[in-house]
Each structure stands twice: as C-alpha cells, then as structure tokens.
C-alpha cells in the first residue's frame, strides 16, 4: 500500500502561483511514476501531469504545459506541482496517485490515490 496526502492548495487570484505537494508513506517511493490529476465541479477527473520512477521524463497536459511544472524528490518521499500563471478554469480538486506504470495518462494505470486539495482561482 502507498498512502498519498496531498497539501498546498487554497484561493488565489488569477494570474498567480500555488505548490501543491505530495507526501507519500508506505512502499518504497521511488518504485511508482507519479501524476497529478484534477476534477472540476461536474466534469470528469482529467490528467494533468505525470513524472517517471527517477524524474527523468515528465509529460503534462496542454492545457497546462508551460505552466504547471511536476517534480518529485525520492528522497523525502514527494512529489510537487508548481502551477504558474493560474487561471479560472484551474479551479478544480487535484488529486495525486502513483502508477506502476511510467507516464500513464490513464486513470485506470493508478493504484493509489489521495484524497485531493481545492485549488480555487478567482478572477
């Protein structure tokens, strides 16, 4: 089992910057490629980024490429989302999960999940 906690959320204005992180506890961290999601109000819950095993590889969703950045340090068991430039449309529960498989953007590739922090961007 991995337990996944996520934190870093909150209310920003539009055009500002929130770091979400991901504490993770359990098996050994650096077995499971990492992703964020996110699950807007009556919308199904859409990838946003994903990071390999190492944080060799990244992949993000266009919607948010250039500018969420993902990272992870194996180290301290956690994986982050740095989200620039926020916009309304951002609003959304993320949620971050880890995956056996590297750069999945399927949410059925996830075993483990948490339990989400609101990011709200107001304009």
């Known amino acids: 089992q991995v337990q996944l906690v996520e934190s870093g959320g909150g209310l920003v204005q539009a055009g500002g910057s929130l770091r979400l992180s991901c504490a993770a506890s359990g098996r050994t961290f650096s077995n499971y490629a990492m992703g964020w999601f996110r699950q807007a109000p009556a919308k199904e819950r859409e990838f946003v980024a994903a990071?390999?095993?190492?944080?060799?590889?990244?992949d993000s969703a266009d919607s948010v490429k250039g500018r969420f950045t993902i990272s992870r340090d194996n180290t301290k068991n956690a994986a982050y989302l740095q989200m620039n430039s926020l916009k309304p449309e951002d609003t959304a529960v993320y949620y971050c999960a880890a995956s056996r498989v590297s750069g999945a953007r399927r949410r059925s590739l996830y075993d483990y999940w948490g339990q989400g922090t609101q990011v709200t961007v107001s304009s």
């Open positions: 990071i390999s095993r190492t944080g060799g590889s990244t």
